[in-house]
């Protein structure tokens, strides 16, 4: 079944505005991820944040984790046209192994 | 260049022809999976390998054979595929000594089964 969930499933906002988007998960994780992916492309990685952490800024991204709502959150700040993408969380459970799983996707479309 | 490459890219194909997708990766990563993604489903992990000679289930392995005789090479192998096994898949790596463990996708294959 699928760890990730995401909402919105879908978001269209104004260039210049933030886009927030959210990601719930249902077991413990080492470390949740952040990807990219255009239009049917390979998926790009944008951020890591690792259990013990809280939140974590990389450029206009900053990610926060929440590991007793079991949920994370990527705001892209000042968003530009370019940042038109899905973008999904992966929740990464390690420990001799390794399986990731994918959420179902926020579909960001930032109107110039 | 640093990059995973999948072949083929498209492929159409009939209900019960054998068929094996290859990945391939430049980058020494012990770490490589395979994931399906569907419209609504979002990516779901079919298998993975953590190193040569090792492989395990994902969530969705039912119908898929994968191996894993060489680091850089990950085949998916589809023995009798069908039409509900119509996807686009992809493939990816990664290295356990990476800090940010971040896996690098291949560019996708469009699998349409008749």
């Known amino acids: 079944s699928q760890q990730g969930e995401e909402d919105p499933q879908a978001l269209s906002i104004q260039e210049g505005e933030n886009a927030t988007m959210n990601c719930s998960y249902k077991t413990s994780i080492n470390n949740l991820q952040w990807y990219r992916q255009n239009s049917g492309r390979g998926l790009v990685h944008l951020i890591l944040?690792?259990?013990?952490?809280r939140e974590k800024h990389s450029g206009r991204l900053r990610v926060t984790l929440d590991t007793s709502k079991k949920s994370s959150s990527l705001l892209i700040t000042a968003s530009r046209a370019a940042d038109t993408a899905s973008y999904f969380c992966?929740?990464?459970?390690?420990?001799?192994?390794?399986?990731?799983?994918f959420g179902t996707g926020t579909k960001l479309q930032v109107i110039p | 260049e640093a990059q995973v490459t999948q072949n083929p890219r498209y492929l159409i194909t009939v209900t019960g022809k054998k068929l094996t997708v290859t990945c391939s990766q430049n980058m020494n990563h012990e770490y490589m999976s395979w994931y399906r993604q569907d419209p609504g489903l979002g990516l779901r992990q079919i298998y993975y390998?953590?190193?040569?000679?090792?492989?395990d289930k994902g969530d969705v392995p039912e119908g898929y054979k994968v191996s894993r005789k060489e680091k850089r090479n990950f085949p998916l192998i589809l023995e009798s595929p069908s039409p509900n096994q119509t996807s686009l898949y992809f493939c990816?790596?990664?290295?356990?000594?990476?800090?940010?463990?971040?896996?690098?996708f291949g560019p996708g294959t469009r699998l349409t089964v008749l």
């Open positions: 992966a929740t990464v459970v390690s420990g001799g192994y390794q399986k990731v799983t």
């Open positions: 390998s953590m190193n040569v000679e090792v492989t």
């Open positions: 944040i690792r259990s013990n952490e």
């Open positions: 990816a790596s990664s290295s356990f000594g990476s800090a940010n463990n971040e896996q690098f």
